[in-house]
């Protein structure tokens, strides 16, 4: 394996000539050591690290970050991309060590320090640090030192920083890698299937009547501030800024694959009514505008949230079968009526709303597609649920670990979470569009919202009638669920 090697550190440039005998700002090809390749990117602003990893262009299988914890002879006034951003610049490691790690928890990270203090390790690896070293350890400030020997113990701690982290992971790595490969197919390709474009309209329906809901209810006329876990390319932020004709909506969009917010970035960017920033709050304006702030997070840990954000969500959404494909007990963690929500629920304002979109293990479709004697390209949908395996098959030779849930079950596990459902707001959608075949639905309209796609209303509309005789068999359970917090009353003795 080619091993990518991060560097940052404040005296990167006088730490690169010391250890490769070259400038790896750029990047550089170092090698082969003990038969391994390194290419070597050094940064001595964290700012510049962090935007690179926001947007997925470093990172990926092999790489290692080596971060020095404390910046001594460089004045930082802001860290732009840390949370919470610090002005000590003996702290300022941990902050981004937290940032990176909230990012891309996969990626191996090894502190470096000059310090002598020995709590430092402890205190490093209380934030997700994967190794330890102490510079004088592997001769970074001794003159005596050989390249090749500090290379050489450096590949040995990067295997073991590798192996560790390996054992903590939340991703699922390969799902990881397809999103950020077909960033810039994805959307295309979903848009081609008229049984996603006809989910795509029923799950903005939602949306929209959620929006309206919350918005006779808000006062004050504030934006409603709104989250999107799993945002991907920005299609339900296109649908936003669709709807924010009187500048009433503020939207975060997160997302694990950095790649998929370069996309989102771009798609948003031609929308004349709407602003995206990648990494950083959008700042509050007094335009019309919808304002997106895109961040680089996986759904399990969004808490770095409640430091960067003046205020909760009124809607947090999970769509696109979004909780079928994450650590859900993570995400939406068993309420205990604590002080303080974890998980997603603290970050829902009371009497806030979460739209939610999970498969369907009660589906009938499954089954039938499964044994449908058609070729790939005449399927209804791109990806395929296998209930008995647990799994999601994409084209012919990809599976992602993909849990399906039973109505019952669903509405269980958000009640536990300490949200109200009821049995009225929960629905299954689609079934009649899974039946038809792509030649059949390449003969339905262009859909003016998705341009690669067709759609027919009235196919639409059968399919939604559908949905509420046979609630129990589409595809997707999709469904509203309220923040209610129980007040807790102190019980006086008689």
Wanted: proline fraction near 5%; glycine fraction near 8%; aromatic fraction near 8%.
């Amino acid at each position: 394996m080619k091993y990518t090697i991060l560097f940052l550190d404040d005296e990167r440039s006088l730490l690169d000539w010391e250890m490769f005998g070259c400038d790896c700002s750029g990047g550089r090809d170092i090698g082969p050591v003990e038969g391994q390749e390194l290419f070597v990117r050094s940064f001595d602003n964290p700012d510049d690290l962090l935007q690179a990893l926001q947007v997925g262009e470093v990172g990926g299988k092999g790489t290692v970050l080596f971060l020095d914890v404390n910046f001594t002879s460089l004045a930082i006034e802001h860290l732009r991309y840390t949370d919470p951003p610090t002005s000590n610049k003996d702290q300022w490691g941990l902050d981004v060590l937290r940032t990176v790690k909230r990012m891309d928890p996969d990626l191996p990270v090894i502190v470096l320090t000059s310090l002598p203090a020995q709590h430092l390790s402890f205190m490093v690896g209380r934030h997700g640090a994967d190794d330890f070293i102490n510079k004088n350890e592997v001769g970074l400030s001794k003159e005596d030192a050989t390249e090749g020997a500090m290379i050489s113990h450096l590949i040995k701690r990067i295997e073991k920083a590798i192996t560790l982290c390996g054992t903590r992971n939340i991703y699922d790595h390969e799902h990881l890698e397809t999103a950020d490969e077909f960033a810039k197919d994805y959307d295309p390709v979903e848009r081609s299937f008229a049984a996603t474009i006809a989910y795509y309209h029923y799950e903005n329906d939602v949306i929209t009547k959620t929006i309206s809901d919350l918005a006779q209810k808000s006062s004050n006329g504030r934006r409603l501030r709104i989250l999107d876990v799993g945002c991907g390319p920005g299609r339900i932020e296109e649908h936003l800024a669709r709807l924010n004709c009187g500048g009433e909506l503020d939207v975060v969009g997160v997302d694990f694959s950095g790649p998929m917010l370069r996309v989102a970035q771009e798609n948003l960017a031609r929308i004349g009514t709407c602003i995206s920033i990648i990494g950083e709050m959008c700042k509050e304006a007094p335009d019309k505008r919808l304002h997106v702030s895109l961040f680089r997070a996986p759904a399990e840990e969004l808490g770095f949230l409640k430091e960067c954000r003046n205020g909760l969500f009124d809607l947090v959404i999970l769509g696109f079968g979004l909780l079928s494909y994450v650590r859900y007990a993570q995400v939406l963690p068993p309420d205990l009526q604590n002080e303080e929500s974890s998980g997603l629920l603290g970050l829902l304002k009371p009497g806030g709303r979460l739209i939610f979109s999970v498969y369907n293990e009660d589906s009938a479709i499954y089954r039938r597609l499964a044994e449908l004697e058609q070729p790939d390209e005449e399927m209804p949908i791109a990806a395929l649920m296998d209930t008995s395996t647990g799994s999601l098959k994409v084209g012919e030779n990809r599976f992602f670990a993909c849990e399906a849930f039973t109505t019952k079950r669903i509405v269980r596990f958000l009640r536990q979470a300490g949200l109200c459902v009821s049995p009225e707001s929960v629905t299954t959608f689609p079934t009649l569009h899974l039946m038809l075949n792509r030649s059949t639905a390449r003969s339905f309209p262009a859909d003016p919202n998705f341009p690669q796609g067709t759609f027919s209303e009235d196919v639409y509309k059968m399919d939604c009638d559908i949905s509420r005789v046979l609630s129990g068999r589409g595809h997707y359970i999709v469904g509203v669920a309220e923040h209610r917090p129980v007040q807790n009353h102190s019980m006086g003795r008689g």
